[in-house]
Structures are given as structure tokens and as C-alpha cells.
């Protein structure tokens, strides 16, 4: 095992390779077509700034992609074989991102140290948890599911559609994952799990040794361990040099092999722009930390909740314009305050954001708001002047560029997975109600069946872990 | 003839003050919601001295010359929030700002959140831009008897100014959120309910010491001063704040509120009323949909009054069974009900019961339903509804203006009148 490892590149130290061999790509079950007709359709395509809802649409999805997308015809014609879902009356929209959630009871870092990027908040998940059925009824598709705030870094996070799988909800987290399709310039092997690294400033991650006491303690821990991180690359570079350069078997043999170091195997990933990191920051200048930071170590970032970011939209907008910044990803919360850092949260962010020209999405960071609700948050922004496109874009395609998935989700378009959510009625409405939610063209949720129900209304026994599957049991 | 010219001039001059304080206004609306379940299209409130002078149809009732006309495509009456720790769980969330629960012992129902209110804090308007005049706020759930709740409006820089009524409620609170650890007590539900049981009986003991010395005549009372081993049942009890708070619950002066959200929890609130008599109000009571007959049954059949969760409240914990649904379900059960803002230890430090009834109203209740449970029902429960809660001719002149629809997401407040002035105008 230590031989073979060894003789992989960087990138492949850590056993990509085991994880090649164990998976079966999440391949769809769905072969015939689904027509969804009559809707209005916000298909956020090309973009999706100012492109108007499409008002008596369809969506054709096969084989788990999105098949076609347009303004019905007067004769519509169904594909061969398809089942047709009349949906007069009713909105579709792509299935929702939420690009910072806490369900499934996940636990990463613990209190040993602030600074833990080896941790995988994938290895706490628990698929049965509640958390994931209330999340579907509330049309979320795809997830990234972080560790907390409590530290500088928490660790890894996960990227995860919410599927079915075997005609069940996916039971495992291997199953759940978002996994690359192949192998790319950023490192990402094909099959690999997906995520980002969760990182924090401000007040939170504020505690007594061996956390940091304060913000200028904070910066210096983190510089620390990306030197540290680069330190670590360059040791592997030159190693990988004399591996190369060496003229036979007996000579590679006697390369001193770098012992691997799981925690700089991951800050790496993040200087190497493989994994994105989801930056926990409220006040303007905590951003501007974070934006210091990115900018001196030249790793890409979303700036998460950023309750003073209407206060620094133009410097956020210039960082993203140097390719540091992928947007920010913001949360609304009812009132301001309940910490210090929050006092100036205010509704407006979205607008303000929007008028820099400056990326953002929303993020319910359930528990702290809920994934039932989470129309509801960019509902808020339009309702302090936030356009409704944007508004639908914010749930949608700009999650995706958040986690570097726009090209699989985020979107009705062809070749995209598909996952969409069908609304009773206007987007941005309290009266309107999820009805159903499809993941790769396989329904998900179906607000018609009271046990789904139940998880969205709520009522006894929705707080409990989902019941496991049996499946013939004793017959 | 002089003198009631001299009397009319008086009157006059008495009524240019009141202008000068801007306490006149008419509010025209293209739906006028009354709070009493009615509404009014192209309706006309009229204030005069800070008081609702008339409310009818703008074509029928004539605006006083000079007086300042607002308009909005909906207005409502002020928006009473039945519970929730205002201006006493501060914006910070500091020690400095929080003064909504008091952890030194399990019982302290003398402690007033007449003493805690601060008008000041900036939650105060916040709240008030959503259309919220009046809230009932203080001490919040975590220790079993936690304290007093007084209803202020959410004007005035001081307490005084502000006060409605105080005390509204005593608040106690039953399950896991009122237990100690480490040996205190109390330790377990059982213990909870015996600590309460004996409590309550010390405080009926003490009220009955009391009425007694006050029913025997007076010589010789003093006397007792020279130190005398007569130990007479007749005398009266020393002060007691803590039994007296009690007492007045006992007597029905004060209705005791008790926090419950699991079913066992609301079913041992109950049972305590049952025995002790006193004004039961349910809080939060996350699962009392389980038990509506039971509810409806109490207070010797009058019913239970419930202080409703937030609909948004998080389902976690003993809130995990908690249901969009369940003010539809009271309403239906015909048990009265006011959705409240709840106590939230970290954010949102105050939510806005405009938001949390929508849902409600999303969710099975009437638009005329949802609004009365954060109006009129809420200022029935507390008993504040001869001054809030409606807009009826004599309360006062406390009004909402809504862009639309008050529970759509996207509807904004744009303005907010409290007794006759104009207190918030930037939309919300």
C-alpha cells in the first residue's frame, strides 16, 4: 500500500485510486421521457440575468438530464413513450443550491486545534437525518453541507444532490456525493468527491489557546499554515523532480520520500484552486481580511454570510473581478444582531450586491434558517430590491459557480441534470407551496403523499430521523 | 352667552395643543382590515387626540379640515405581539443587553420586567417598521418560574411613557429548557411540577394568612411589636414579594403562562391548573395539537388560551414535532390563540410576528384569522383589547400601512402610526 502510493503523483496520494474502484457513477434510472407542461418555466438560462420566465413552457427530461427546454407550441408533441405531467397553473425552476447547510448532524473539527483541513465533515454525515427530507420538500437539490464556524478551519466540506437511489432515497453518503465527472485542471480526479474547505474569521472562531484570542492572531494562524502548505508543495515538487530524474528503479528507491501530512495535503488542494473556500465572515472588515488573505495565498473564495457586505460591495466586486473571489453567498436573517458582528445585517445586502455587479446567491445555514424557507430568504431580497431574476438566479445558478458545478446544475438547459422543482404558483409568494422536486429525473419529492407531506408542514414525528428501508425483510 | 363663547375658545385652544402634537390623522385605505375579523374597502380611519375618532368608508366619513391624509393599499391595526423578550433581550446579545432570564433560583415570579425594559434598544423600531405598536415582552422561558411580562408600546424613551399594562402574565416553564444539572434541582420533570406544587401551595397558605389578618379587626395588632410568644394564625404574614406574585396568580389577578412544547409537558400544565385554580395561558406548546380537547377543556371549560410558537420556530429538540398547521388546528378545535416572537438566545434576536403569522395564514388559517392572531386575539389574551388590538371608535390610534397583501414576502410596511403619530415612514 505504501509502495503504490508513493509511486502516485501528489494528487493521487491520498487513495483516489480506491475511491475509482469503489464507486458506481450515480447513473439514473429514469429512461423514458417526462414532459412538464403548460408551466411557467424560469429556465435561468444563458446566465439568467434578465432572461423572462418563459409563460406556457416545457421541460423534457430523459435519462437524468434535461432533454429540452422551450415555449410550448401550438400543437405540442411529446416524446415517444413520455410520461406527461400537465402543470398549467404552476412555475418551474431549477432545483435549488444551497451553498451552506448544516444538516445530517455533521461534526468536524474538534476543539484539538483551530486550523483542521484534514477533517471531512463526509465522514459524519448521517443520510437518515430529518434534516434531508424537510430539505427536498423545500426544493433543495444540491447541497454543500459544512462543518461550523467555531474554528479558523473546520474542514472539509461536501457537495451532495439529494437522489434517489434504487427508488429510494439515497442512503449513504457515497451515494448522496457529488462527484467529479472526470479529470480536470484544478486536480479533481473523475469520481472524486466533491467539496470545498470551510474557513471562519470574526468573533467565532474566537476562544481561549490553542484558538485564537483575537482578529490579528486569527490572520497570523491561517498565514502560518498556507507557508506551511506551500512549504509542503515544494518539498513534494522536489521529490517528484528526483523521482523523475532518477535513471533506474534502485535509484527512486533512494528519493527520500515527504511523510504525507493530511492536513497540508488539503490546505494544498486550496492553493492548487481544487477546493473552494467557504469563508464564515460578517463584519466589512473581516471581509477584508478574507479578501487579504485570498489574495496573498491566491485561493479562490465565496465570502459566506456577510452581514456588512452592502457596506464593502465595491471592493468585493473588485476582488472577484482578479478571479479571488467567486461571490458571496449570503444569508437574511429576520432581525439584525444576536452577536456583535450581525448588528448591521440588513436586508438590503442582496440589492447592494447586485448593484456593484458584485456574484451572489443565498444560503439558509440550516438550522439557522430553514431549508423549508428558503424561497422565502430571496422572496426578502426582491422585497428590498433584489430583481425577481436575480432573486431566482441566487437560489439557483449562482449557488452552482459557488461550488464550480454551473456546468451540471443551477439551470434548465440540455445536457444538465435534471433537477427542478415544481411550485404551485409564483416564486416569491408565502401561499405558494413546493409541490414537487426532482433530482435527476426522479421525483423526490411529492407534496401529495402524506408522508412527504409531513416533513414540509412539520407534525409528529418530522424531527425524527427518516425510518431506514427494509426492504424484504423476512419475506 | 360670553362664557360659552369663553368656553368654546377654550375648547378650541384645547384642540390646537392636541394638533401640536400631531395626535390627528387620516388614514385612507384600499382595504381597510378592522382586526375584528371585518374589513372595509376604500375604508377611512379617523384619529383624533391620539384616540380612533371614526372608522367607516372614505366616501361616507368626511376628513377634518387640516389633518394630515396617509394612504396605503391595506392598512391593519397595530400589530400586538403577545410574547417575546423586546428591549429586554437586547440587539447585542450581550450581559450587558440581556436581561430576559435571571439563573440564581428556579422560582422568581416577583422578578418585574417593569424594571428591565429598555425602549431604547434598537430592536424597538425595528420591530415597529414591520407594523408592531404594541408588544408584550420580559422575562423569557429557561428557569421554572422565570418572572413577570408587561405590555408596552414600542414608542416612548422611557418605560413609563411606553407602559400599556404590567404586569400582563408570570411565565414559567415546564421540560428539558427549566432543568438544572450538576445535583440542582430541578433535575427531572416530576421534580419540576413538585417544586411548582409546593410553591403554589406555600403561596395559597401565605394569600389565606393574609385575607384573614385583613378580615380580623385591628386593636391589638400592634401589640404583637413587644415580642409576645402569640403566634396567631391572624397575624399578618410578613412581605413576601416572591408568594405575593403568587398569590396574585392564585386569585386570578394574573394568569401564570406556562412554557410546554412536548405533550407531557402542556398535559402537567393542566393538571397544575386543575388543581391550584389559577388562569392557565399555554406557551409556546409546539405539540398541542396531540391534546385540543384537553385544552379546550381547561379553565373550567373555558379554555386554555395559547401564546403559539413562531411557526418559524426551529423544529429541534422538544420543538422537533412542531407543524405549520397547528394554528389551523386551534382555530378549528375553537381554542383562541395569538402567534407570539418567542425568545431566540442567538439569532434572529427578535423575530416579527408579521412574518411567523403569514405562515401561518400559508398554512390553513384565513387571512382575517391570522391577522386577528397578532391583533385583537393577542390583545384579548392579555387583556389590553379596550385600548389595542382592533381599529374600533374610542381604542387608540395605532395603525399599520401595507403595499399589499401584509403577509406576502414581498409586500413592504410603509408606514406605522402610534396613538395618532407617525412613528416609522422608510418601508420595511
Redesign the interface.
Given at each position: 500500500m505504501k509502495i503504490s502510493i508513493a509511486c502516485l503523483s501528489p494528487a493521487g496520494r491520498l487513495g483516489v485510486g480506491l475511491l475509482l474502484a469503489s464507486l458506481a457513477f450515480p447513473v439514473a434510472a429514469q429512461e423514458r421521457p417526462v414532459a412538464f407542461v403548460n408551466a411557467v418555466v424560469h429556465p435561468v438560462a444563458g446566465g439568467g440575468k434578465d432572461v423572462p420566465p418563459i409563460e406556457r413552457g416545457y421541460v423534457v427530461v430523459q435519462g437524468g438530464k434535461i432533454k429540452d427546454v422551450g415555449a410550448m407550441p401550438a400543437s405540442f408533441t411529446p416524446p415517444a413513450g413520455a410520461t406527461v405531467i400537465d402543470c398549467a397553473g404552476k412555475t418551474i425552476i431549477p432545483g435549488l443550491v444551497d451553498t451552506h447547510n448544516h444538516i445530517g448532524g455533521i461534526g468536524a473539527a474538534d476543539s484539538s486545534a483551530t486550523i483542521q483541513p484534514g477533517v471531512r465533515v463526509s465522514d459524519s454525515v448521517n443520510p437518515f437525518d430529518s434534516g434531508f427530507r424537510r430539505a427536498v420538500s423545500g426544493g433543495l437539490t444540491t447541497l454543500n453541507i459544512m462543518p461550523g464556524s467555531g474554528h479558523l478551519l473546520s474542514g472539509q466540506t461536501i457537495y451532495v444532490k439529494l437522489r434517489m437511489k434504487d427508488g429510494k432515497p439515497a442512503r449513504t453518503v457515497e451515494d448522496l456525493a457529488v462527484r467529479a465527472l472526470e479529470d480536470d485542471t484544478r486536480g479533481w480526479k473523475a469520481g472524486e468527491i466533491m467539496g470545498g474547505i470551510k474557513m471562519a474569521n470574526g468573533t467565532n472562531p474566537m476562544r481561549d489557546p490553542p484558538f485564537a484570542g483575537t482578529r490579528g492572531k486569527a490572520a497570523a494562524m491561517v498565514r502560518e499554515q498556507y507557508i506551511k502548505a506551500q512549504e509542503y508543495r515544494e518539498k513534494w515538487e522536489q521529490y517528484d523532480a528526483k523521482v523523475a530524474a532518477a535513471k533506474d528503479d534502485e535509484a527512486r528507491a533512494k528519493v527520500q520520500r515527504p511523510a504525507v501530512d493530511l492536513n497540508m495535503e488539503a490546505l494544498g488542494e486550496v492553493l492548487k484552486g481544487k477546493r473552494i473556500v467557504h469563508h464564515h465572515t460578517h463584519r466589512a472588515d473581516d471581509i477584508a481580511t478574507v479578501l487579504r488573505l485570498a489574495r496573498d495565498f491566491r485561493y479562490r473564495v465565496v465570502l459566506h454570510h456577510v452581514s456588512e457586505a452592502w457596506k464593502v460591495a465595491e471592493e468585493i466586486k473588485k476582488a472577484q473581478d482578479e478571479g479571488i473571489v467567486l461571490g458571496c453567498s449570503v444569508i437574511l436573517?429576520?432581525?439584525?444582531?444576536?452577536?456583535?458582528e450581525?448588528?448591521d445585517l440588513i436586508m438590503r445586502t442582496g440589492a447592494a450586491l447586485q448593484a456593484a455587479g458584485a456574484q451572489f446567491s443565498y444560503h439558509t445555514d440550516d438550522?439557522?434558517t430553514?431549508v423549508r424557507?428558503f424561497l422565502?430568504m430571496a422572496?426578502?431580497g426582491?422585497?428590498n430590491g433584489v430583481t425577481e431574476a436575480m432573486a431566482i438566479r441566487s437560489l439557483t445558478l449562482s449557488g452552482a459557480e459557488q461550488l464550480d458545478l454551473q456546468s451540471r446544475v443551477g439551470s434548465l438547459e440540455p445536457g444538465k441534470d435534471a433537477d427542478l422543482v415544481v411550485l404551485s404558483g409564483k416564486p416569491?409568494?408565502?401561499?405558494t407551496?413546493v409541490e414537487q422536486t426532482w433530482v435527476e429525473g426522479q421525483k423526490v419529492f411529492d407534496r401529495s403523499i402524506p408522508e412527504h407531506r409531513l416533513y414540509q408542514?412539520?407534525?409528529?414525528?418530522?424531527?425524527?430521523d427518516q425510518q431506514p428501508y427494509f426492504c424484504c425483510y423476512g419475506q | 352667552m360670553l362664557l360659552s363663547r369663553l368656553a368654546a375658545a377654550l375648547v378650541l385652544i384645547g384642540s390646537v395643543a392636541a394638533h401640536a402634537s400631531a395626535q390627528n390623522l387620516a388614514i385612507k385605505g384600499g382595504r381597510v382590515h378592522l382586526g375584528t375579523g371585518a374589513s372595509i374597502e376604500n375604508g377611512i380611519v379617523i384619529i383624533r387626540d391620539g384616540k380612533i375618532a371614526a372608522v367607516g368608508k372614505a366616501a361616507d366619513v368626511p376628513v377634518p379640515d387640516g389633518v394630515r391624509v396617509l394612504e396605503a393599499a391595506v392598512v391593519t391595526p397595530g400589530l400586538v405581539d403577545v410574547r417575546g423578550t423586546l428591549g429586554v433581550s437586547g440587539l447585542y446579545n450581550t450581559k450587558h443587553d440581556s436581561d430576559q432570564i435571571e439563573n440564581s433560583a428556579p422560582m422568581q415570579p416577583e422578578l418585574r420586567a417593569i424594571d428591565a425594559y429598555n425602549p431604547q434598544d434598537r430592536l424597538v423600531p425595528y420591530a415597529r417598521s414591520y407594523g408592531i405598536t404594541t408588544a408584550n415582552t420580559g422575562n423569557a422561558p429557561g428557569q421554572l418560574i422565570s418572572g413577570q411580562t408587561l405590555a408596552v408600546k414600542t414608542v416612548g424613551n422611557t418605560v413609563d411613557a411606553a407602559l400599556v399594562r404590567s404586569p400582563t402574565l408570570i411565565v414559567a416553564n415546564l421540560g428539558p429548557a427549566a432543568l438544572e444539572s450538576g445535583g440542582k434541582s430541578p433535575g427531572t420533570r416530576g421534580k419540576q411540577v413538585a417544586m411548582l406544587r409546593e410553591e403554589l401551595i406555600k403561596a395559597r397558605e401565605y394569600r389565606d394568612r393574609r385575607a384573614k389578618a385583613a378580615a380580623k379587626p385591628a386593636p391589638g395588632v400592634e401589640s404583637d411589636a413587644g415580642g409576645s410568644d402569640d403566634k396567631s394564625s391572624s397575624r399578618a404574614p410578613d412581605r413576601n414579594l416572591r408568594l405575593e406574585a403568587l398569590a396574585d396568580v392564585l386569585d386570578q389577578k394574573v394568569p401564570l403562562a406556562i412554557t410546554a412544547n412536548r405533550a407531557q409537558d402542556i398535559e402537567s400544565a393542566l393538571r397544575l391548573a386543575e388543581e391550584f385554580g389559577f388562569r392557565l395561558v399555554l406557551d409556546m406548546a409546539a405539540e398541542a395539537y396531540l391534546l385540543t380537547d384537553k385544552i379546550k377543556a381547561a379553565n373550567e371549560g373555558r379554555g386554555a388560551d395559547v401564546l403559539l410558537h413562531p411557526s418559524m420556530y426551529r423544529a429541534v429538540g422538544e420543538t422537533e414535532n412542531q407543524s405549520f398547521e397547528t394554528a389551523a388546528v386551534l382555530r378549528k378545535a375553537g381554542i383562541r390563540f395569538a402567534i407570539q416572537s418567542g425568545y431566540e438566545a442567538y439569532v434572529p434576536k427578535t423575530r416579527i410576528v408579521l412574518f411567523e403569522a403569514a405562515i401561518a395564514a400559508a398554512h390553513g388559517l384565513t387571512f382575517e384569522e391570522a391577522l386577528s392572531s397578532i391583533t385583537l386575539d393577542a390583545a384579548r389574551i392579555l387583556g389590553i383589547e379596550q385600548r389595542v388590538g382592533s381599529l374600533e371608535v374610542g381604542k387608540d390610534g395605532d395603525v399599520a400601512l401595507y403595499s399589499g397583501d401584509p403577509f406576502e414576502y414581498t409586500t413592504r410596511c410603509v408606514g406605522v402610526v402610534i396613538e395618532g403619530r407617525v412613528v416609522s415612514e422608510e418601508p420595511s
Open positions: 436573517i429576520d432581525s439584525p444582531g444576536g452577536k456583535l450581525a448588528a438550522w439557522i430553514d424557507l422565502r422572496a426578502l426582491v422585497r416569491f409568494s408565502v401561499y407551496k408542514t412539520g407534525g409528529y414525528g418530522a424531527g425524527h | -
